[in-house]
């Protein structure tokens, strides 16, 4: 609700306090204001341009009815790079392929509303919510113009993070190279998601991670932008996905969801309770994201409670509703999460039409284009895939070249076993590309 709506210049005071009184029980799992209070003490315009953007942002979205206009038209696709930064110390830090795949599927789930728990949401919210119509892609072309998976894995001797309140300073060496880390692709480009551990090594990890708000974009006046701003998000290697072979240690589930938040603080949605934990008094029902659709809450859940209902709403139509446990961007467990709001949607859509425009067009995404925008497709199948090593061509058309590229984009000479098959040498994901006269198609293929 946006009565009184207070932007994050209470969090500090609010939430040091209460992190003294509640040190044992609480931690604060999402670094999203943390981030912006460390971006704004390296810049002082930071938070104000943040904010500038998120009210605008808000006037928009309460501006239209959401509960009638659920409609989405038009399907965003983002191109997603994955930096895998593991320590020598730690392997299990490698995340496999197989997982990175599914935390994809899990986001395109999450973003189009096909996920199967959407059936968890209690009844009284389903006018509020609908699917974003967002949905993602792993790279297919690099910076450089090169094939890519749209997965980089830099093994580091470094640490990042660690500490009761993150170390946002530290945090960010994940995303410099010279610091141990990898280098973000272009961020206008490419939705940059770091994985790796930000909690400096320890045992019981609190933050799961951490996302930058769109500001200290291509609007933005110059000189505002902090050199250390690396935008795109930063996920808790053991937080990360739902078929991770790491646990959470402490027994939390984690079923993806850690990165379906962060990606919507990444677009520009804030929490439902923007005052985290209450503040000093554990109370501040008015100090929430601004939102007229999200219900109002005294701080953010935690847990799956549903009887939970801490602030009395005016939802236009409704009226009062009780905490929505189900929301992404609520504190509460990841089995209990399954929803986005229409007024969320209609931030984040927004944020993709102006802010964040440049990864709908982005050459990330190339391969889409040459697959959509052909009729060589049709003539060319390849099966198995996944396959073992062993790759069947069958086409109508005789008069192509094939050229295939690993992982780094580098072209590999694959074993003929005959003029329809081929075998790749070593498991990994490869592209085939076929050229003809007048037309291009590249396939992944996956060799597990
Ligand atoms: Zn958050």
Same mark, same amino acid.
């Given at each position: 609700m946006r009565d009184i709506f207070k932007l994050s210049t209470v969090f500090c005071l609010a939430t040091c306090l209460s992190y003294t009184v509640n040190a044992q029980q609480i931690s604060d799992q999402c670094g999203f204001n943390h981030a912006i209070e460390y971006q704004n003490s390296l810049n002082p315009n930071y938070k104000e341009q943040a904010d500038n953007i998120y009210r605008n942002l808000l006037q928009k979205a309460n501006s239209t009815n959401s509960v009638t206009s659920k409609k989405t038209p038009v399907t965003y696709t983002i191109p997603v790079v994955f930096h895998v930064v593991w320590n020598s110390s730690t392997p299990a830090q490698n995340i496999p392929d197989s997982v990175l795949f599914e935390q994809i599927n899990v986001l395109n789930e999450d973003y189009s509303r096909t996920n199967l728990d959407t059936s968890n949401l209690r009844a009284e919210f389903l006018p509020l919510v609908g699917s974003a119509d967002i949905q993602f892609q792993? /790279?297919?072309?690099d910076t450089n113009g090169n094939f890519t998976t749209g997965i980089v894995r830099t093994e580091t001797s470094a640490t990042f993070g660690g500490g009761f309140f993150p170390d946002m300073a530290s945090i960010g060496k994940i995303q410099q190279a010279s610091q141990g880390g990898s280098d973000p692709w272009r961020p206008s480009e490419y939705l940059n998601i770091w994985v790796g551990d930000?909690?400096?090594? /320890?045992?019981?990890?609190s933050l799961l991670g951490v996302a930058t708000p769109p500001a200290g974009l291509s609007n933005w006046p110059s000189g505002s932008v902090p050199a250390e701003l690396q935008d795109g998000a930063v996920i808790q290697y053991n937080a990360?996905?739902?078929?991770?072979?790491n646990v959470f240690p402490g027994g939390m589930v984690v079923n993806g969801r850690t990165v379906t938040h962060e990606v919507g603080h990444y677009l520009g949605v804030r929490h439902c309770a923007e005052n985290t934990f209450g503040g000093i008094l554990g109370s501040i029902c008015g100090d929430d994201d601004g939102l007229n659709d999200t219900p109002n809450c005294d701080q953010s859940a935690q847990g799956c409670d549903i009887a939970r209902n801490s602030c009395t709403d005016t939802i236009p139509g409704i009226g009062d509703l009780p905490d929505m446990v189900e929301n992404y961007m609520d504190y509460s467990d990841q089995d209990c999460q399954n929803s986005f709001t229409q007024g969320q949607i209609s931030i984040m859509r927004a944020v993709l039409d102006n802010e964040r425009a440049g990864l709908l067009t982005s050459s990330g995404l190339i391969c889409l284009t040459a697959v959509e925008e052909n009729n060589f497709e049709n003539s060319v199948s390849i099966y198995p895939n996944p396959s073992h090593g062993v790759i069947n061509i069958e086409s109508d058309n005789t008069n192509f070249k094939l050229t295939v590229y690993n992982n780094l984009g580098q072209e590999i000479v694959p074993y003929f076993l005959n003029k329809t098959q081929i075998q790749l040498p070593t498991k990994g994901i490869y592209f085939l590309k076929f050229s003809s006269e007048n037309e291009t198609l590249v396939k992944k293929v996956v060799n597990q």
């Open positions: 792993l /790279a297919c072309v930000i909690n400096g090594g /320890a045992a019981s990890p990360f996905g739902r078929n991770n072979p």
